[in-house]
């Protein structure tokens, strides 16, 4: 039980356009989603907190109309990365939890490369 | 905020040899310190985890222990297999309560080979 899915798993794309990254919970309902960004041979860095039907919460740092991230449904978030550049190339995780007397599970993460 | 340093960074050991990783936390408020097995291309997947009322947990071969009052947090894997290889991280979190789960700051990650 608990899984989490990634959609798409490995993404390339031209500078300047957008990516929408789907997190989703398969088998259950998650009241709030995570979102990371791992950069190669580092660890994971929080980006934001989603909980269902409200605006997510950004760590600092995080541009939040460079990300954009909706959670529309219980088994569904999503992240928008506007206007794309090289730079913003990493690996994207997400993951989600019930509520919160349950641990996060996570998903198996996007690979982005901006060309 | 919750500050996390995880040692080493990379680890060698001989299959059936033991391996042993360590992290310290900042916050005091931390309660929760779960460890993260990440294979390549892969999403981290929990491994075990302890809360702060509990010293030391194991399951089969792999324990982690706890000094609270230290602040550090090992994880010990025993009989090491060449499946064991991935990279593994330790993550602390602040808890409104004794069962809740909050927000998660990772350490930097330990590679680990075992070699057959």
């Known amino acids: 039980g608990a899984v989490v899915s990634q959609h798409p798993s490995w993404v390339i794309c031209k500078s300047g356009t957008s990516v929408k990254i789907e997190c989703r919970s398969l088998?259950?309902?998650?009241?709030?989603m995570f979102w990371y960004r791992q950069f190669p041979k580092q660890s994971l860095m929080l980006m934001a907190t989603s909980n269902e039907g409200s605006k997510a919460t950004y760590e600092q740092g995080v541009e939040k109309d460079k990300f954009l991230i909706n959670h529309a449904s219980l088994t569904l978030s999503t992240l928008t990365v506007t206007s794309a550049h090289p730079e913003d190339s990493s690996f994207y995780i997400c993951?989600?939890?019930?509520?919160?007397?349950?641990?996060?599970?996570f998903g198996d993460g996007t690979r982005l490369s901006i060309l | 905020g919750e500050n996390v340093e995880q040692h080493p960074s990379t680890l060698s050991v001989q299959e059936g040899d033991s391996a042993v990783i360590k992290c310290t936390y900042s916050d005091s408020a931390s309660n929760y310190f779960p460890w993260y097995k990440q294979e390549l291309g892969k999403g981290p997947q929990l491994i075990i985890d302890i809360r702060s009322n509990v010293g030391e947990k194991k399951d089969q071969r792999i324990a982690v222990t706890l000094n609270k009052t230290a602040k550090h947090f090992s994880l010990h894997i025993t009989e090491t297999q060449p499946e064991d290889s991935a990279v593994y991280f330790c993550a602390a979190s602040p808890g409104a309560g004794g069962t809740s789960y909050g927000k998660l700051t990772f350490g930097q990650g330990t590679i680990l080979t075992v070699h057959p």
């Open positions: 088998d259950f309902q998650a009241t709030t």
């Open positions: 993951s989600a939890r019930m509520d919160s007397n349950q641990p996060q599970h």
